[in-house]
């Protein structure tokens, strides 16, 4: 069997690199507006660093001028100040250590910081099809290791990179003053150091990349190991899927070891060529010294320079090493920040939803049907809608769907699996954008809505429903948005008798100034109508009744106990729009016929998409319509359909197998189709 | 949870509160400043409601207790790798001495090579000149190799640990990942594992050459000039002080940063995961404010350590150089007096001043060693937990499962408090299809997993073909039972590949006719790269139908002997549910099967119903049967024929 780790791993490479590769200049050139902040303290902490070089530098120097002074004339009589001298550059490089380090230390934290908390809201803008493509652990990778390695070169490797280049410069410039002839000797080093840097680079950056990428492999195989554990367990495949992870986890051994690799190479040449310079640098020195061109004090203190300026060369090495990285990082980082959010809210959106607004106010009260009721609230129309997913532009799910539900309707959407019945929902609230044609929303094109405007009016219920860490009060408030001034908006357009909000004012829903949803008894009150509506009252009987913890860091719920917390989140709102996708399919039948009669009170003024698989569930529907073929094919009553649409009763029908069915549908309608 | 775990959160915060959401009256996080001390990560949040943890009995000897465990991970992860280890050493040791005979040779120069040039003999300069460019290139080497050797040591360790975390999670029970969270599984094995990788890459180039350094110094040190010397360690006293206060600052700042950093990540990983849930219910604005406290926590305990280690490190400076100093003014007093030469005192200063230098090195290396072990306690921590349902040590052989499956005298219940199975006798004999009806919360589900073990009863035993599924090696009892349940989870990947999960050794002509079997082959081959289709993140190329129908092809290629079915087909229309079952029919010929569906269909090709009700078997018999004696069977079999209506 191929393996699944391919997969992952395929995936990951057709995650589109949106930025073309850069220089690792240019990539670490893009981390300045995070870094500005963090800039002054750079730079302080660069200039204390330079200076208590300079202190290390000044050290050799003293001890040379001890030596041919105090030591040479035998005359200990000022010794003590030399002593002091030292003493205080001592004090003053492990002090400018200190503040180095003190001056950066938060700076370097809130550049990370504010880069992981960018990266974070960005991915909760881009849409649900980006989220699809990229891998979670491609995601969290750079979330957590890569602004890691970011943090690192902020707070220690860009500063020493530059004070140990000019470490370098100043110790070179020092040695030619001291002894021009063996300065030169020392100083022309640079010229095979910089040709190594270039090489390295050029070697180093790849591999660093690879081996990021790699990290975000690992991490995908370990989320999808633990997510998927009970599949893993029932088919007894831990085994396997742990062999795939060794592997993955090899090739990244691998990469880590040629970096290694390439990595000594360049290393050992930054050690072997001072050395080397030193040794010739020796060379002269001793022969001036025996000349008498040169004191002996000189030379030492020419030594003591020379490797004073040997961290800073040797370290010049793995400096690259984590410039290397960090650009790898960042071009990682930017490649999701410059991802489009293909769906977002329109530029004008504030204008657009009070315009909305006006309209709805304008309109009067709930529940007007009637052709002209275009530009009421709740009015909902697909208008000729394409879609096709990003990697299958060629062959469309919806082609040409058309479809108008009336304020406060109901209709029943069904279809064979795979029909596109869920991929049909997800278009309402924008979580996928239409391909072509359009939605509309009360006579407005949903794109020209503000996202959080449609969404608060639009709530949908998802067949696998997600519940969140969190109270279970909380998980269904959260239907209610979290939003302030959502949530102001939502009060003025209930003042302005938008269909199915005319709840009674105890009702009235408030939102503290800090967003958090308020303990207030308008809250508590909704959310115990939609546990009600949903036939969730098992909540109360849990450990802490409504306060009790579920989700995945709690308690865990049934299917079908998860899938009525989901229902109530979507009608707690008391939304114009509800999308219920095959809402009740984990219910037993009993509880499936309660929440029926339950939801129809809230249904009879709401205008409500629910997808059914069963006759049970389009019951609950005024209309129903058929999918096929990515349209609309018919539209009716059950019975209507029943009785003259084969293809329906082949979807709908209890009857035994009649051996049609297994055949997809063909594609001619046999039905009147028609509109709202 | 590992309640060691739990309680280094305890003792690493101390001033945490500890709350229960519910009657808590503490200020939102969000309205103190964000330097405060925020109790977002131990705490429990209104919002968050209450979880049954308790995070409060500490033991004096628990942090003794961490550290030996992680002392003895660490040791396991090193040992069979003794022959890197000691290269290694080796080639710090010639590192070393290549690196610190350099003074010896400037020294030697200046005394001898130059009166000795000065008298016309060059072989001494010669010697001096060779000797300093030849120790160079051995130290290159030598430090080449080293990167080498350290980086196979590091990347072998961190395979093996890798392999163990992963391994062992997958080996711990269902219900320990229940309470675990994957979000701190996957913290244990990224962030926990990239401080042991700072820890072995760069902590123990500054440990080994480090300690050497220091000890080969003193050594010459001593050697040159016994007075010299002594002043010279003499500064080892008030180092040990430092590093002993380091410690203990360090420790709680480390364990605070791998606690903030596992919130940061299952906070990250829940909003990826209920991505469209999040923004349907325009919950991004929460989730940002909820992000940004455990996101400023963790720059906070991040910064914390740089500050500490901010203070520790120059303060190891400034001993030393107080230190040189000192050396100095007493060296030049000795020179003066005559005792020592100047070339030695040289040599002694760039000693002194070279000893200091590793002990920085040192310095880092405590530094990640804080960092790991408090990441090794956690990762330990993990690796300590026990499964509950463990593959026993001496499995009991089966031969070809016939697939009899008995329950007798099962009790048992996910808390000790609410039993939801009590003294439950049944007897499936290998063969039967059984259909297990009953309301929500009848204890379905839970005889389900039961079966496939997902659990072990609190007391009495499931047995297949009369042996106890608790002393089945795995893969015995995986080949004999499988589990489909509506929770299809689809791992990105191929199409084929996540039906060959099944069976693994399965050839693409036999996924495929798994595939077809159920129906959902035709629709593959649709797809733009048919079988070889990624299906990306959890299938969600695929509709919830889809999914399980992929599911089911999976577990029909697995072909095991008792096959359970927990409302495997609740997403599917009827069509294709009748496809699935006329696949059933087929596929369980000669096979045992439980079957819970809600809706009952099912019933007509099961040959026996069972009803539950609270843990109970209240009924039992074959459908037509049941239906005829009037009882709950034929009263919710009335209601469905009537809900198709």
Request: charged share 20%; glycine share 8%.
């Amino acid at each position: 069997m191929s393996s699944l780790t391919t997969g992952a791993a395929a995936s990951a490479a057709t995650v589109p690199t949106v930025a073309p590769r850069l220089s690792t200049v240019r990539s670490l050139r893009r981390l300045v507006p995070y870094a500005r902040p963090a800039a002054p303290a750079m730079a302080a902490s660069m200039l204390a660093a330079g200076v208590a070089t300079g202190c290390g530098l000044a050290f050799p120097l003293v001890i040379g001028a001890i030596i041919d002074g105090p030591i040479t004339h035998r005359d200990t009589s000022h010794l003590i100040w030399w002593g002091a001298l030292l003493l205080a550059l001592g004090i003053g490089e492990a002090g400018l250590f200190f503040v180095r380090r003190i001056i950066i230390a938060r700076p370097a934290m809130l550049v990370e910081a504010r880069m992981r908390q960018d990266l974070y809201e960005k991915l909760q803008r881009l849409p649900v099809a980006f989220h699809d493509r990229w891998p979670a652990g491609q995601l969290l990778s750079r979330a957590i290791s890569d602004l890691g390695t970011i943090r690192r070169f902020v707070s220690f490797a860009f500063i020493f990179l530059i004070v140990n280049i000019m470490t370098f410069a100043i110790g070179a410039t020092l040695l030619i003053v001291l002894s021009w002839q063996l300065g030169l000797v020392v100083a022309a080093l640079a010229i095979p150091l910089v040709l190594l840097a270039v090489i390295f680079e050029f070697k180093y950056r790849s591999l660093s990349r690879r081996a990021q990428d790699q990290v975000g492999d690992l991490a995908t195989m370990v989320e999808e190991s633990v997510l998927g554990i009970r599949i893993l367990k029932a088919f007894g495949q831990s085994g396997h899927f742990s062999r795939q992870f060794l592997r993955q986890a090899g090739a990244l051994r691998d990469t880590e070891l040629t970096k290694a690799r390439v990595l000594s190479w360049l290393w050992s040449a930054m050690v072997a060529l001072p050395e080397i310079a030193l040794g010739i640098a020796l060379l002269m020195g001793v022969k001036q010294v025996a000349n008498g061109d040169m004191s002996a004090g000189m030379l030492v203190a020419f030594f003591g320079v020379a490797m004073t300026l040997r961290w800073p060369v040797d370290s010049i090495g793995w400096l690259l090493a984590i410039s290397n990285e960090t650009a790898a990082a960042s071009e990682r980082f930017f490649e999701v920040m410059d991802s489009t959010e293909a769906i977002s809210s329109p530029a004008d959106s504030a204008v657009s939803q009070s315009a909305s607004l006006m309209q709805a106010g304008s309109e009067q009260g709930p529940s007007g049907r009637g052709p002209a009721s275009n530009g009421k609230a709740g009015h909902l129309a697909f208008r000729d809608v394409y879609f096709a997913f990003d990697d299958d532009p060629d062959s469309p799910v919806l082609r040409g769907l058309s479809l108008t539900l009336e304020p406060g309707e109901t209709v029943a959407l069904v279809g064979r699996v795979g029909s596109g019945k869920t991929t049909f929902t997800s278009l309402v609230n924008r979580l996928h954008d239409v391909t072509g044609g359009s939605i509309e929303l009360g006579g407005v094109d949903i794109r020209n809505l503000g996202l959080a405007e449609l969404r608060r009016r639009v709530a949908v219920a998802f067949e696998e429903p997600i519940l969140f860490s969190a109270s279970v009060r909380e998980n269904v408030a959260i239907g209610l948005g979290s939003d302030p001034t959502a949530t102001a908006r939502y009060d003025v357009s209930r003042r302005n008798g938008t269909p199915g909000l005319d709840a009674p004012s105890d009702d009235a829903v408030t939102v503290v100034a800090d967003g958090a949803i308020s303990a207030d008894d308008a809250v508590d009150a909704a959310v115990a109508r939609a546990i009600r509506v949903a036939q969730a009252e098992f909540v109360y009987d849990l450990p802490h009744g409504l306060a009790t913890r579920i989700g995945e860091q709690g308690l865990s719920l049934s299917g079908g106990q998860r899938q009525r917390l989901a229902l109530a989140r979507a009608i707690v709102s008391r939304p114009e729009v509800l999308v219920l996708d095959d809402p009740l399919s984990a219910l037993d039948i009993h509880t499936e016929a309660a929440v029926e009669q339950a939801l129809a009170s809230v249904l009879a003024d709401t205008t409500a998409l629910v997808v059914a698989h069963r006759a049970s569930t389009v019951l609950l529907a005024d209309r129903v319509a058929l999918l096929e073929d990515g349209r609309i094919t018919t539209i009716g009553t059950h019975s209507m359909l029943m009785a003259t649409v084969p293809a329906y009763r082949d979807l709908l029908s209890s009857s035994e197998y009649t051996g049609t069915s297994s055949t997809r549908s063909g594609g001619n309608p046999t039905g009147p189709r028609l509109e709202g | 949870m590992s309640d060691t775990e739990e309680a280094a959160n305890v003792v690493i915060r101390p001033d945490a509160p500890v709350v229960s959401g519910r009657n808590s009256s503490s200020p939102s996080p969000y309205e103190t400043s964000p330097y405060e001390t925020s109790p977002y990560a131990s705490g429990n949040e209104e919002w968050q409601g209450v979880a049954a943890e308790d995070t409060d009995d500490v033991s004096a000897h628990v942090g003794a207790h961490l550290a030996k465990r992680s002392r003895q991970l660490l040791m396991s992860l090193m040992r069979p790798h003794r022959g890197l280890v000691t290269a290694m050493v080796a080639l710090v040791l010639v590192e070393q001495a290549s690196f610190m005979v350099g003074p010896l040779i400037v020294a030697y120069g200046i005394d001898s090579a130059v009166p000795a040039l000065a008298a016309g003999n060059g072989f001494p300069l010669t010697l001096t000149i060779a000797s300093y460019i030849g120790s160079g290139i051995l130290n290159a080497a030598a430090k080449a190799t080293f990167v080498r050797v350290i980086a196979a040591l590091t990347q072998a360790m961190l395979l093996d640990v890798r392999g163990r975390i992963f391994d062992h999670s997958q080996e711990l029970s269902v219900s320990f990942h229940e309470k675990y969270t994957s979000g701190r599984v996957i913290s244990r094995m990224t962030s926990d594992l990239d401080t042991l990788q700072d820890l072995a890459a760069e902590g123990l180039d500054g440990l080994i050459s480090g300690i050497l350094s220091v000890v080969g110094i003193s050594v010459v040190l001593l050697v040159l000039d016994v007075p010299l010397g002594l002043i010279a360690l003499a500064a080892v006293i008030p180092i040990a002080f430092c590093t002993r206060w380091y410690q203990r600052v360090s420790r709680v700042i480390y364990r605070r940063t791998r606690r903030v950093i596992a919130a940061l990540i299952v906070q990250f990983t829940e909003t990826m995961n209920g991505f469209k849930a999040v923004i349907s219910f325009r919950r991004e604005a929460r989730n940002t404010r909820i992000f940004r406290a455990v996101n400023d926590d963790y720059a906070r305990a991040n910064g914390d350590g740089y500050v500490a280690l901010a203070q520790y490190s120059p303060t190891i400076r400034l001993i030393g150089n107080f230190t040189l100093t000192v050396v100095m003014v007493v060296g030049a007093l000795r020179v003066v007096d005559g005792a020592i030469e100047v070339g030695l005192l040289a040599a002694f200063l760039l000693y002194v001043r070279r000893m200091y230098d590793p002990l920085e090195e040192l310095a880092m290396f405590y530094n990640s060693f804080q960092s790991a072990s408090a990441a090794l306690e956690k990762i330990s921590g993990l690796l300590e937990e026990q499964p509950t349902v463990a593959e026993p040590t001496a499995p009991q052989p089966i031969g070809e499962i016939a697939g009899r499956v008995a329950f007798s005298g099962v009790t048992f219940g996910y808390n000790p408090v609410a039993l939801v199975l009590q003294h439950l006798d049944l007897e499936i004999p290998a063969g039967q299809t059984v259909a297990l009806v009953g309301a929500t919360g009848a204890g379905k589900s839970t005889l389900a997993k039961l079966i496939a073990r997902f659990y072990d009863p609190a007391s009495g035993t499931v047995t297949l073909d009369g042996v106890d599924i608790a002393q089945l090696a795995n893969s015995d009892l995986r080949r004999g039972i499988v589990m489909v349940t509506q929770e299809a989870f689809l791992f990105s990947g191929p199409v084929a590949d996540n039906i060959a999960l099944g069976r693994p050794s399965a050839t693409r002509t036999e996924i495929e006719a798994a595939a077809d079997t159920v129906g959902v082959g035709a629709f593959i081959r649709s797809l733009p790269d048919g079988f070889d289709t990624d299906v990306h993140k959890r299938g969600s190329r695929l509709s919830a139908g889809q999914r399980q129908l992929v599911s089911f092809a999976r577990a029909f290629l697995a072909d095991p002997a008792v096959l359970i079915l927990d409302e495997a087909t609740a997403s599917l229309d009827i069509p294709s549910e009748r496809a699935v079952q006329d696949a059933l029919q087929r596929v369980l010929h000669g096979r045992t099967a439980v079957i819970i569906a809600h809706r009952l269909s099912t019933v007509e090709i099961a040959d026996r119903v069972l009803v539950m009700d609270d843990g109970r078997i209240v009924e039992d018999g074959p459908p037509k049967q049941l239906i005829a004696a009037g009882g709950q069977f034929a009263g919710v079999h009335a209601a469905w024929r009537e809900s198709l209506a």
